[in-house]
């Protein structure tokens, strides 16, 4: 068995940033095989993905992701879900994968991360009400800073793994046999959203969490407050979470965001 897939879904982004971030994955001392999802337009160059497929059309993110992972099963002990603008240095997930052997009770995990310039991305987060949501959308933050702070979990203490309830689709260290429990992304999510309904699924039955032990540096060019058919897709996907979790009444979102506001690392 292998101890990690790991699967890339591209869109149009250079052939050379995801030949570069197969080689991170080849350098580390795991057994392990690289899957390329292309959702391009045109085709890669190179041959250097032990499994590459061609999409006739753009899939989506979660979809794209779902082939691999679903090839995990019974292949793989673990599974991660990269983006193409994510870096890494060696030994970082070697780190990850020892954090997971010894946590048997870890569903995901997730490393820091970081912007290039070296400031931290605040990507590790309680699970959104859509007024929350509404309030970060619209520029409104200014007039709920301490909402927006809790939100964010800025007074949190991330300098030992703690429990995130909604950990960012960028880098998810996945333990496949989860799967068997939650199943994988929800594919009428083409395009954001799908982590955070991901990540609270497996939250209900097992640690989702952020491990301060492994870093990575993230572009993150945050294009659905940039570009109208982003801003759009994104705002189809929200629509679809709050129709699926519910618009105002969301029991099961107050009881992860409490057991993560309490949770102590052992």
């Given amino acids: 068995?292998?101890?990690?897939?790991?699967?890339?879904?591209?869109?149009?982004?250079?052939?050379?940033?995801i030949q570069d971030l197969a080689k991170m994955?080849?350098?580390?001392?795991?057994?392990?095989?690289?899957?390329?999802?292309d959702n391009?337009?045109?085709?890669?160059?190179?041959?250097?993905?032990?499994f590459y497929i061609k999409c006739p059309q753009n899939i989506g993110f979660g979809a794209g992701h779902n082939i691999a992972m679903r090839a995990s099963i019974g292949?793989?002990?673990?599974?991660l879900v990269l983006n193409p603008d994510?870096?890494?240095?060696?030994?970082?997930?070697?780190r990850l994968f020892d954090f997971m052997e010894a946590n048997p009770s870890v569903g995901i995990a997730m490393p820091k991360i970081f912007f290039p310039d070296g400031s931290p991305q605040l990507l590790c987060n309680l699970i959104p009400s859509s007024f929350?949501?509404?309030?970060?959308?619209?520029?409104?933050?200014?007039f709920f800073k301490n909402r927006h702070r809790r939100y964010e979990m800025q007074n949190f203490n991330f300098k030992k793994p703690i429990f995130v309830p909604f950990l960012s689709g960028c880098f998810l260290f996945i333990r496949v046999s989860v799967f068997e429990f939650v199943g994988f992304f929800d594919e009428r999510f083409f395009?954001?959203?799908e982590d955070l309904d991901f990540s609270r699924r497996v939250a209900e039955k097992f640690l989702t969490v952020c491990f301060p032990g492994a870093t990575v540096t993230h572009e993150f060019s945050r294009g659905s407050y940039k570009e109208k058919r982003l801003i759009f897709l994104?705002?189809?996907s929200a629509i679809k979470y709050f129709c699926k979790w519910g618009w105002i009444f969301d029991s099961k979102r107050l009881e992860l965001n409490r057991k993560a506001i309490s949770f102590r690392t052992p």
């Fill in 234 to 236: 994104h705002l189809v």
């Fill in 25 to 37: 994955v080849a350098a580390a001392s795991l057994s392990s095989q690289f899957w390329l999802i």
């Fill in 40 to 50: 391009s337009e045109q085709g890669i160059v190179g041959d250097f993905a032990n």
């Fill in 191 to 193: 395009l954001y959203m």
């Fill in 1 to 17: 068995m292998l101890d990690l897939i790991v699967s890339v879904v591209r869109y149009n982004q250079p052939a050379e940033k």
């Fill in 86 to 94: 994510i870096s890494f240095r060696p030994g970082t997930l070697e």
């Fill in 132 to 142: 929350d949501l509404f309030v970060r959308r619209f520029g409104l933050i200014r």
């Fill in 75 to 79: 292949k793989s002990k673990y599974h």
